[in-house]
């Protein structure tokens, strides 16, 4: 008898690519191969055509114009580009970056760089509930501030920052606000004008297309200038260089373009299934804690702690029935306890017996309703092998 196939709940960490968005991207390995930058014929002329239909497509599911889309090879390299160079481009009005405690390694890492590079760098922390607080952020405001990077959601505990308000603080400011937006663009409505951003970070394998391509916004007007980060060719705008990976573009725009369709509809019936796995899971064990605000926070997104367990040995329990995660799967692979946790206050046992589940388009109830079951199982197995048990720390 075949295995059962393992329940997939890691939806953050990355999708599987929509078989019409593969349709989609097909013909531009064989059939239309052409160079985007090879303007001289007709292989090219397909190419250049295709890549800025997807820009168009990736832009109307921002809210912004065309012209404001530069691809890159992910959000790592999109969150690159706006930070350092952000700060490039503004040195001669200082060089000091605020961002937040819980934002991804792809922006703390690199606003650690500009900080090597002799620039000035503040981490704002965040409420218990995993928000930043916009005044927190407005008092970390000095003089030489440039750029203010904060999250639109946490791509571990799934909550969605106050971001609008932000932004008003950083117009009044005349600070850039550069927001990672990787967990939220699909999942969530989400447009660069109603929230007032400067620069925005996207990558199509967290909205069902291929892994490879991202992109960056970068508002024209008022317009915001950066320096490249990567010279060589003057492609996208001289904002990117390199041959432009057409079949990965294809499929981003695809993939925004499905995602523009459904993203209204989709969210309130993965949030139903999100509620029900909570349910289920507090139901059958003692001593489960959301991490997060349940409010503001991506309808797809669960983030508990199992008093009493050890996350690591609960995901190898889990990994042949559950696929999930304990966070970011940048990091994956680290006995570190997650810096996400720990700005929120957390305890041992909350840090070190945490779970993230990711639903996503494929999931049913029938796969929420044998996920809790299969939880359930391993948390009341490692507890009973615990010696510490459910009321102690680990």
């Known amino acids: 008898m075949p295995a059962t196939r393992s329940i997939y709940l890691d939806h953050h960490a990355t999708t599987p690519v929509d078989p019409r968005v593969v349709e989609q991207m097909l013909p531009y390995f064989t059939e239309h191969f052409g160079n985007a930058a090879s303007r001289q014929h007709a292989f090219g002329w397909k190419a250049d055509e295709a890549v800025e239909h997807a820009r168009h497509q990736v832009a109307r599911l921002i809210g912004a114009r065309a012209k404001e889309i530069v691809f890159t090879s992910g959000a790592t390299e999109a969150n690159t580009l706006a930070i350092r160079g952000a700060v490039a481009a503004r040195r001669d009005q200082g060089a000091h970056v605020v961002t937040v405690a819980t934002e991804h390694k792809a922006v703390l ?21 995993g928000r930043v607080d916009p005044a927190r952020v407005a008092a970390a405001l000095a003089p030489d501030t440039v750029l203010v990077s904060v999250m639109t959601a946490n791509n571990e505990i799934g909550v969605i920052h106050p971001v609008a308000d932000i932004s008003a603080i950083c117009q009044a400011r005349g600070v850039w606000l550069h927001t990672d937006a990787v ?44 320096v490249p980060q990567t010279v060589g060719g003057g492609q996208e705008q001289g904002l990117r260089a390199g041959t432009l990976n057409v079949p990965g573009i294809v499929g981003f725009g695809a993939a925004a373009g499905i995602a523009r369709e459904v993203v209204t509809s989709e969210g309130p019936r993965v949030a139903h299934l999100r509620d029900r796995l909570l349910a289920g899971l507090t139901q059958a064990l003692a001593a489960v804690t959301v991490n997060g605000s349940m409010t503001a926070r991506l309808p797809h997104n669960l983030h508990v702690s199992f008093a009493g367990v050890d996350g690591e040995a609960l995901m190898t329990s889990l990994a042949d029935d559950v696929a999930v995660s304990s966070g970011s799967a940048c990091a994956s692979g680290s006995r570190e306890p997650s810096h996400v946790m720990t700005a929120l206050g957390a305890g041992a046992a909350e840090r070190w017996g945490a779970l993230r589940f990711g639903l996503g388009r494929g999931t049913t109830a029938a796969e929420i309703d044998a996920a809790v079951a299969h939880v359930t199982a391993s948390v009341t197995r490692l507890r009973a092998m615990s010696p510490v048990g459910v009321g102690g720390g680990l």
Do not use: I
């Open 109 to 129: 890492d690199v606003c650690q760089a500009v900080a090597a590079d002799g620039g000035r760098v503040t981490v704002v922390p965040v409420e218990r509930d």
């Open 183 to 226: 967990q939220a663009a699909g999942h969530v409505p989400f447009d660069v004008e109603a929230l007032g951003v400067d620069l925005a970070s996207f990558s199509a394998h967290k909205m069902y297309g291929p892994k490879g391509v991202g992109a960056l916004y970068v508002r024209r007007a008022p317009k915001v200038t950066l």
